[in-house]
């Protein structure tokens, strides 16, 4: 199972920060691709960041590019991100997500773990 929290609470005005954490528990993610992903209202759930079980191959979605970081701790079982510049229209319920299948992609389609949302709200 996975537990998720979000730093300092779940809203915050544009161009704040934020972080959103999972903990893993039951099951280790050291072998594993893990994921955020989020879904607005009314929108198809995205991919927004990834990164491989070693921590050394990490993508983002074009729109949080240079925005977002994504983090692993496999001693700990975590992962987290850290969320800066914040926009309304980052505004979703997050996920995290494992890959049990890679060790480095985190597909949509191909995620097979996944953890409960954390709504995130982005508002002045």
């Known amino acids: 199972s996975w537990s998720s929290w979000s730093l300092g609470g779940g809203s915050v005005q544009p161009g704040g920060s934020l972080t959103v954490s999972c903990e893993a528990t039951?099951?280790?993610?050291?072998?594993?691709?893990v994921g955020w992903f989020r879904q607005a209202p009314g929108k198809e759930r995205e991919g927004v960041a990834c990164?491989?079980?070693?921590?050394?191959?990490?993508t983002y979605t074009d729109s949080v590019k240079g925005r977002f970081t994504i983090s692993r701790d496999n001693a700990k079982n975590t992962v987290w991100m850290q969320m800066d510049s914040l926009k309304p229209e980052d505004t979703a319920m997050y996920y995290c997500?494992?890959?049990?299948?890679?060790?480095?992609?985190?597909?949509?389609?191909?995620?097979?773990?996944w953890g409960k949302g954390t709504l995130i709200t982005i508002s002045s």
């Open positions: 039951g099951f280790t993610l050291d072998v594993y691709a």
């Open positions: 990164i491989s079980s070693s921590g050394r191959t990490i």
């Open positions: 997500a494992a890959n049990t299948r890679s060790t480095k992609l985190c597909p949509i389609q191909g995620i097979n773990y």
